[in-house]
T-cell receptor, first 114, second 114 residues
Framework: ETGVTQTPRHLVMGMTNKKSLKCEQH?????MYWYKQSAKKPLELMFV???????ENNSVPSRFSPECPNSSHLFLHLHTLQPEDSALYLC?????????????FGPGTRLLVL | GESVGLHLPTLSVQEGDNSIINCAYS??????FIWYKQESGKGPQFIID?????DKRQGQRVTVLLNKTVKHLSLQIAATQPGDSAVYFC?????????????FGSGTRLLVRP
């Protein structure tokens, strides 16, 4: 285990639903990340939080809304998603996001939008 | 531009043989690189990293080589085992204004034949 947990592991939702993904890290890190991994694309960075402040929004549609209440927890709120949003959503953390450092990933949430 | 790409999408090797997975990067300013392994149903797992002031770094059964002249990175796995079957990603750590961003390649699937 990497010390980064994600729930739920699998999620099926309709386009009108609202759901949230949760990530928790037990590594004492200060930076947390959301990535999207789809079948035919490289890992895509979505959001970066550093010391609870959002430092990167990689042109993500507003139907994805991140929340970082503290350095250990990260949420991704989902609403009115599209079928093309079906993917594996990965959370990662690193020490402080401002130096060259390794990111540690959680197991991901496999999302299917119907 | 910002791109990291892999030459071979799938690599099949005999158990016990050595494996070599290649990666090309395009940003000459990048000075930190990471290899990740992703098994089915799991998030990417850190394998080994290397900084640009090094040409080679060795871990347990793995070696990373960096050729800055041609912007090429490789991962060598000695005595490949069935448990090495996975998708391998290289990642380039790119400096932004006040933080760093990981740019991932598309991945190479390693299949180990018994």
């Amino acid at each position: 285990e990497t010390g980064v947990t994600q729930t739920p592991r699998h999620l099926v939702m309709g386009m009108t639903n609202k759901k949230s993904l949760k990530c928790e890290q037990h590594l004492g890190h200060n930076a947390m990340y959301w990535y999207k991994q789809s079948a035919k694309k490289p890992l895509e960075l979505m959001f970066v939080y550093n010391f609870k402040e959002q430092t990167e929004n990689n042109s993500v549609p507003s139907r994805f809304s991140p929340e970082c209440p503290n350095s250990s927890h990260l949420f991704l709120h989902l609403h009115t998603l599209q079928p093309e949003d079906s993917a594996l959503y990965l959370c990662a953390s690193s020490q402080d996001g401002t130096t060259q450092e390794t990111q540690y990933f959680g197991p991901g949430t496999r999302l299917l939008v119907l | 531009g910002e791109s990291v790409g892999l030459h071979l999408p799938t690599l099949s090797v005999q158990e016990g043989d050595n494996s070599i997975i290649n990666c090309a990067y395009s940003n000459s300013a990048s000075d930190y690189f990471i290899w990740y392994k992703q098994e089915s149903g799991k998030g990417p797992q850190f394998i080994i990293d290397i900084r640009s002031n090094m040409d080679k770094r060795q871990g347990q059964r793995v070696t990373v080589l960096l050729n800055k002249t041609v912007k090429h990175l490789s991962l060598q796995i000695a005595a490949t085992q069935p448990g090495d079957s996975a998708v391998y990603f290289c990642a380039e750590n790119l400096a932004m204004d006040s933080s760093y961003k990981l740019i991932f390649g598309s991945g190479t699937r390693l299949l180990v034949r018994p």
